[in-house]
Antibody, heavy 118, light 109 residues
């Protein structure tokens, strides 16, 4: 069974840093494209990063230069290091996997909530 | 959003509804890779249609995806109370980034 479990969400002040984790199981982590998708309260979905299996990473313009994705293929875990957090980064953060380039997000975690507020 | 969806649609049990997803032209979207996600309140999105018309094995055959030009559509037939949810379309741009529509709230009357 495919599982993705996010953790690390918290209440943080503007300008602060936070690291999210996505622990996975039930599939070959190193062979998949891993995404971080966020959803602000009552709003739509936004893909903030895609981690390609060749090591490349795509970032949305809204987080470029502030967020960094890394993956630990030996422990099947995806990370999102977030720095210089802004109020507008407040959202539920989901990790999701795609089995191929330009593929659908076939499996999602339950999400972890990040609240940026003074 | 690079993809435009109606804010809401509604239908009675047993009816058929359609949700559209149209490219705004702000970015070049590859409509061969349109996916649709169902999101019930308080839960993570769930894939219901991918590559425009393909359906995961666990998804009901009442869900049908199609496209025409720069518009993709999700149809749900035999509407059930359990179908009430938000529905998001997504696809990839020609440069490989993933974009979503703004979402459509489906109400089953």
């Amino acid at each position: 069974e495919v599982k993705l479990v996010e953790s690390g969400g918290d209440l943080i002040r503007p300008g602060g840093s936070l690291r999210l984790s996505c622990a996975t199981s039930g599939f070959t982590f190193s062979s998949n494209y891993m995404n971080w998708v966020r959803q602000a309260p009552g709003k739509g979905l936004e893909c903030v990063s895609v981690s390609y299996r060749d090591g490349n990473v795509f970032y949305s313009d809204s987080v470029k230069g502030r967020f960094t994705v890394s993956r630990d293929n030996s422990n099947n875990t995806l990370f999102l290091q977030m720095t210089n957090l802004r109020v507008e980064d407040t959202a539920m953060y989901y990790c999701a996997k795609a089995g191929r380039r330009s593929g659908p997000l076939s499996n999602w975690g339950q999400g972890t909530l990040v609240t940026v507020s003074s | 959003s690079a993809l435009t969806q109606p804010i809401s649609v509604s239908g009675s049990p047993g009816q058929r509804i359609t949700i559209s997803c149209t490219g705004t032209g702000s970015v070049d979207v590859d409509y061969n890779y349109v996916s649709w996600y169902q999101q019930r309140p308080g839960t993570a999105p769930k894939l219901v249609i991918y590559d425009g018309f393909k359906r995961p094995s666990t998804v009901s055959s009442r869900f049908f995806g199609s496209k025409s030009g720069n518009t993709a559509s999700l149809a749900i037939s035999g509407l059930q109370a359990d179908d009430e949810a938000d529905y998001f379309c997504s696809s990839y741009t020609l440069t490989g980034s993933l974009v979503f529509g703004g979402g459509t709230k489906l109400t089953v009357l």
